[in-house]
């Protein structure tokens, strides 16, 4: 007996340009024929398209254009020639038989050129999904290369060929390591971006309490209020960029961070100075950048990466001692025990980050750096009033410079890029 499939599982049979004289035997088999003028895949669901040319000069009509149908079509018509039947074909004539044909043959050969189109799509997607599976694979291994180009200062070959020994070493593919290499990559910049607020946090302030030390020469003024505005620019663009890298992740944390330094912000080009109410809005600002450290730190874990916190971590310490001691010069009467809190928590934090697993050419010489630029900066606390305002200033600023150059040391170590 013919395989006749109940009307709910057939799809739509729509006829084009009239139903042919089979239709209504059709319908009865479970059918359900719909003339439409024109072949084209329809918005609500799966559809057949039978085509009827009783003549051959209906079909010289169907063969006038070279578009594609857009769904499987089985074509009632004269035999065409051969050259008719590759331009029948390329369009998606599945199946064809003569204009005339008994229902129950086409009812079975629609039936098989429904099984046909789902092989044939079933087939097409997966050789699909297997293209851009290869061409997912080529943008990670693009993108980790250009990294490592940057990082390294290698040529293209090189970061080819790093990561390809990579991947051996590791027994690994190599596109699950260029996507290591991109998501770590990305980490850390996120957390270098997160760490530096909490920094700026401090700076702002710092400099703030600068541009109001009455001893300030104008030039000295002018380029305190210069490094102020060029530290509130660079929080705006850790921001943006950080909404980037994070791609709506960590979005109640980063939406804290906004809000801190939008009061900021406020405080800082308040017409009115008011050193004491722009420290307290730099503490919420610096409370909410440690939060978004500790998030993404707990996604480092125990990689290398992780320790990209404890190195921007420096760079606070060192501000906000700076901070304490320009507050302590302008601001009288104002408590200085965080100075000595202060330098017990970067000399603490700095053994850390010295004792770690740290190794690479480029990063005694920053660590060198730093330890000079740290003798600079306590020889400035330790000065009597008058010059202290600006040897602290120098000497934070020296530290800073420092510390920033371990961070890019780090950040193109291959230890942390590869994990």
């Not at 740290?358 to 005694?364: D, I, K």
Request: charged share 25%; glycine share 6%.
């Amino acid at each position: 007996m013919p395989d006749t499939a109940p009307a709910t599982l057939l799809p739509t049979l729509l006829c084009s340009p009239e139903q042919p004289p089979q239709a209504a035997t059709l319908r009865a088999l479970g059918w359900q024929p719909r003339t439409v003028s024109e072949l084209a895949p329809p918005a609500d669901g799966q559809a057949l398209g039978l085509i009827w040319c009783p003549d051959r000069t209906a079909l010289a009509r169907l063969l006038h254009s070279e578009r594609a149908f857009g769904l499987p079509v089985v074509l009632l018509s004269p035999a065409p020639t051969s050259v008719e039947r590759q331009a029948l074909l390329a369009r998606g004539v599945l199946q064809w038989l003569p204009a005339d044909a008994d229902a129950a043959v086409l009812d079975q050969a629609l039936l098989w050129a429904q099984g046909l189109a789902v092989q044939l799509q079933a087939r097409d997607s997966a050789a699909q999904a297997k293209l851009d599976e290869r061409l997912d694979e080529r943008k990670w291994t693009e993108r980790a290369k250009g990294l490592l180009m940057q990082a390294r200062g290698i040529d293209e070959a090189a970061a080819f060929a790093l990561l390809r020994n990579t991947a051996m070493q590791t027994q690994a593919k190599l596109p699950q390591v260029a996507r290591g290499v991109v998501h770590t990559s990305e980490l850390a910049e996120a957390l270098e971006r997160a760490g530096a607020q909490r920094m700026l946090s401090q700076r702002l302030v710092k400099l703030q309490a600068l541009r109001q030390w009455p001893r300030l020469a104008p030039p000295e003024r002018r380029e305190a209020q210069a490094l102020l505005d060029g530290s509130s620019e660079r929080v705006a663009a850790n921001l943006a960029r950080l909404s980037e890298l994070l791609r709506a992740d960590l979005a109640d944390e980063l939406a804290a961070v906004s809000s801190a330094w939008a009061q900021l912000d406020s405080a800082l080009t308040a017409r009115t100075p008011d050193l004491a109410r722009s420290d307290r809005a730099a503490q919420r600002l610096l409370d909410s950048s440690e939060t978004l450290v500790a998030r993404l730190s707990e996604r480092a874990g125990q990689r290398p990466v992780g320790l990209l916190a404890q190195v921007t971590r420096l760079r606070l310490l060192s501000q906000r001692l700076a901070k304490e001691g320009l507050l302590a010069q302008v601001m009288p009467g104002r408590d200085t025990s965080g100075l000595a809190t202060g330098l017990d928590e970067f000399i603490k934090a700095y053994d850390e980050v010295r004792a770690a697993p740290l190794a690479g050419p480029a990063l005694q010489p920053a660590f060198a750096a730093v330890d000079e630029a740290w003798l600079v900066l306590l020889r400035g606390l330790r000065v009597e009033q008058g010059d202290a305002v600006q040897r602290m200033h120098q000497g934070s600023e020296r530290l800073l410079q420092a510390l920033e150059a371990l961070i890019r040391a780090l950040q193109g170590s291959l230890q942390l890029i590869l994990g």
